[in-house]
């Protein structure tokens, strides 16, 4: 079981900068290939980012290509969203997710463990 707690979410203007990070329980964290996803009200919950256990591995969606950029510590059982450039459009409830095995692509079936989200409103 693995449990993931999401912070640094808030209100930024657009142009601006947050860093999401999401903290794992348990001591396998390098084992689980780490996502973070997001949800607009009234829409469907869409992939933002994902890494590989060792981190060699980096997959974005188009639309935060250049701007958002994934990373981990393993050590500190943490992964992180650094947010540039952000956006109104980028204004959504932001969860990070943990797959036991490699995901290739950007669907969210294969995550079995997921965080309550934290919120990210960017105005204009």
């Known amino acids: 079981q693995v449990q993931l707690v999401e912070s640094g979410g808030g209100l930024e203007q657009a142009g601006g900068s947050l860093r999401l990070s999401c903290t794992a329980s348990g001591r396998t964290f390098s084992s689980y290939h780490m996502g973070w996803f997001r949800q607009a009200p009234g829409k469907e919950r869409e992939f933002v980012a994902s890494i590989s256990g060792r981190g060699a591995l980096r997959s974005y969606a188009d639309s935060v290509k250049g701007r958002f950029t994934i990373s981990r510590d393993n050590a500190k059982n943490t992964v992180y969203l650094q947010m540039n450039s952000l956006k109104p459009e980028d204004t959504a409830v932001y969860s990070c997710?943990?797959?036991?095995?490699?995901?290739?692509?950007?669907?969210?079936?294969?995550?079995?463990?997921w965080g309550q989200g934290t919120q990210v409103t960017v105005s204009s």
């Open positions: 997710a943990a797959a036991p095995k490699y995901v290739s692509g950007s669907s969210d079936v294969e995550y079995d463990f």
